[in-house]
């Protein structure tokens, strides 16, 4: 259950934080990096970012929100944080006696990566949807 409540409050903050700038400055930042339809993409980040979030929050349909989580870790990793190594903490100076830390590399990512494997392969907790859904189906999930 922790690792679903902070992976889902993850995705789920994240993608509340880009919907509350605005989809439009998402989709700039998307299209400085050359990710083709950057305006479709930027929705497409944000809902399964909202809605991935809640799911995994309540563990609810996790097999089938895990893929395109997964998916849009892959394409963050590849679009942006690659080059700049693995290490998402980058302490660059200190000014003012407060840190100032340069780009994040993919680190954060292949973490929330292995945390979303991780749930998948587990069975549902019993507090979760996909747990009831199991108990009252009695069948199997995915």
């Given amino acids: 259950m922790p690792l679903r409540l902070i992976v889902g409050y993850g995705f789920f903050a994240h993608g509340i934080a880009k919907w509350n700038k605005g989809p439009d400055a998402f ?7 050359h990710v083709p339809a950057a305006h479709l993409m930027a929705w497409l980040t944000i809902l399964t970012e909202i ?3 809640l799911a ?3 563990g609810a349909f996790v097999f089938w929100v895990s893929f395109p989580a997964i998916l849009l870790l ?5 679009t942006v ?4 190594g ?3 903490i980058k302490l660059m100076k200190i000014v003012d006696g407060r840190a100032q830390f340069g780009p994040p ?3 954060c990512d292949l973490l929330y990566v292995a945390c979303i494997v991780t749930l998948v392969l587990s069975e549902p907790g019993p507090w979760s949807v996909d747990a009831y859904r199991l108990r009252k189906e009695g069948g199997t999930l995915g």
Avoid at 74 to 78: K, N, P
Avoid at 81 to 84: A, G, I
């Fill in 56 to 58: 995994i929050l309540c």
């Fill in 74 to 78: 892959i394409v963050a990793i590849l």
């Fill in 86 to 88: 693995f290490s998402s």
């Fill in 81 to 84: 944080h690659l080059p700049y």
């Fill in 105 to 107: 590399g993919y680190e």
């Fill in 27 to 33: 989709a700039a930042i998307l299209y400085a990096v």
């Fill in 51 to 53: 809605f991935a979030g």
